[in-house]
Each structure stands twice: as structure tokens, then as C-alpha cells.
């Protein structure tokens, strides 16, 4: 099974959608996060928490992570120090990352390549295309997402294109 490292924008998204263990239950990916993420997922820590346990998400030990190389990327591509300590992760290992980041994304598109770099709409599509979920209910957790403060666009599940 794929591992993807999730950043806290990605994470925040799928908690508040209401739908967090039904799509980490039916994506073919194992998901880990590390210790800049959960310390900005305060408010959501008890669902966190509950994922856990589950065995739903899995905590990342980065303690052998260079803080060299995640100041690095921090500076040279002008992003925050938890974006790109997930980024420096899956350059170091050759996970997958899960990003709602902007700018985390079009870095880690650069690095990591368009194909290994989804977000959580895309997430969603998996579940889709996986028959675990319709395009309804997709629609459905997107707009919890967005309606909790998610910085996410308007999606057509059906076509697969944003909505202007």
C-alpha cells in the first residue's frame, strides 16, 4: 500500500468534512502525519485522536528529519516550516503528499512530481472512483469543508473540473 504524508490544511479539511474515517477508510493509502500538523490541529485533536486509535491515520516519528533540509525548502521555495517539513519528507522517502497548501502543492509538483501530489478533493475522487462513495456525497463533505472555514473550491465531482 502507498503512504502519503498529509499536511495540516489537507488534515483540517478532511476532519471538519465530516467524512474523515469513511475516506481514509476507502483510499488505497496508508496516511501518517508529522509534528508540526498535529500541533496545528488543535481544535480537532479529539477526532485526531479517535483516527488513531482506529488505526484510520498514523503519527510520523521525524526525529531523523534534517531541520537543515526543511529550513531549506522553507526558504527556498517561501512556504511555512510544516508545509515543508511534509514536503521534505516525501522527497526524503518517496511518500505521496496530501496538501490544501497552494503554494505546498505547486513545490511539491516541482519535487515530487504532479502524479505523487493530491489534496483532499482529490481524496474524494479516490473514494469516487473507488465505488465507496457518490459524487453526492463528495459534494456533500466538500461543502462541510469549505462551509468550516476550508479554503477549497467549488468542485463538479461529475466532470472533474472546478467551478468558476
Same mark, same amino acid.
Given at each position: 500500500m502507498q503512504a502519503a504524508i498529509i499536511d495540516a490544511c489537507a488534515l483540517i479539511n478532511l476532519i471538519r468534512s465530516g467524512g474523515a474515517a469513511e475516506i481514509l477508510s476507502a483510499i488505497p493509502t496508508e496516511v501518517w502525519f508529522q509534528g508540526l500538523v498535529e500541533d496545528e490541529i488543535v481544535k480537532d485533536k479529539v477526532i485526531l485522536e479517535q483516527l488513531l486509535e482506529a488505526g484510520l491515520i498514523h503519527r510520523f516519528d521525524g526525529s531523523s528529519l534534517s531541520a537543515t533540509a526543511v529550513g531549506d525548502i522553507a526558504a527556498d521555495h517561501?512556504? %511555512? =516550516?510544516?508545509?515543508?517539513?511534509?514536503?521534505?519528507?516525501? =522527497?526524503?522517502? %518517496?511518500?505521496?503528499?496530501?496538501?490544501?497548501d497552494r503554494r505546498a502543492r505547486d513545490v511539491g509538483v516541482d519535487l515530487l512530481g504532479a502524479e505523487n501530489v493530491t489534496g483532499f478533493i482529490g481524496?474524494?475522487? +479516490?473514494?469516487?472512483? %473507488? %465505488? !465507496?462513495?457518490?459524487?453526492? +456525497? !463528495? !459534494?456533500k463533505w466538500l461543502a462541510n469543508a469549505q462551509g468550516a472555514g476550508g479554503f477549497l473550491p467549488d468542485f463538479d465531482f461529475d466532470t472533474r473540473q472546478m467551478v468558476a
Open positions: 517561501e512556504i %511555512g =516550516v510544516g508545509e515543508a517539513e511534509c514536503v521534505t519528507i516525501c =522527497v526524503e522517502s %518517496g511518500e505521496l503528499l496530501i496538501s490544501d481524496l474524494l475522487c +479516490q473514494c469516487i472512483d %473507488g %465505488g !465507496a462513495i457518490s459524487s453526492v +456525497q !463528495a !459534494a
